[in-house]
């Protein structure tokens, strides 16, 4: 190998070794690309996402609150209802006990 091609391989090879070198950079460049635009829709979106997330949580405390008041009145209400039905089988019971006795005191 003479110093002439010597001269020319080395220059190919140097000269392929930018191409890469430039390729690589712009494809770096092309994909970890943020813009200021893009910075600031990004925080917006940040933004909405955090007021999305409050809403949530705000929304499941709601609807924790409102199942506790649900459960709790429900309770009551079977309670009132148990209670109900212990005085009605009372009524019935004191009813046919009362019923017997007239009906002894007739027979009489």
Excluded: C
């Excluded at 220059?11 to 092309?30: D, E, K, N, P, Q």
């Excluded at 009551?76 to 007239?102: H, I, K, S």
């Amino acid at each position: 190998m003479n110093r002439t091609e010597f001269i020319i391989v080395t220059t190919i090879v140097l000269f392929v070794a930018f191409l890469l070198g430039w390729f690589a950079s712009w494809l770096i460049h092309r994909v970890a690309r943020v813009t200021q635009s893009d910075m600031g829709e990004l925080d917006q979106m940040a933004k909405a996402l955090h007021e999305a997330e409050e809403t949530r949580d705000q929304a499941i405390t709601y609807l924790q609150q409102r199942e506790a008041e649900l459960t709790n009145q429900m309770t009551q209400t079977e309670a009132e209802l148990r209670a109900a039905m212990d005085g009605l089988r009372e009524a019935r019971q004191e009813a046919e006990e009362l019923r017997a006795y007239v009906e002894r005191i007739s027979a009489q």
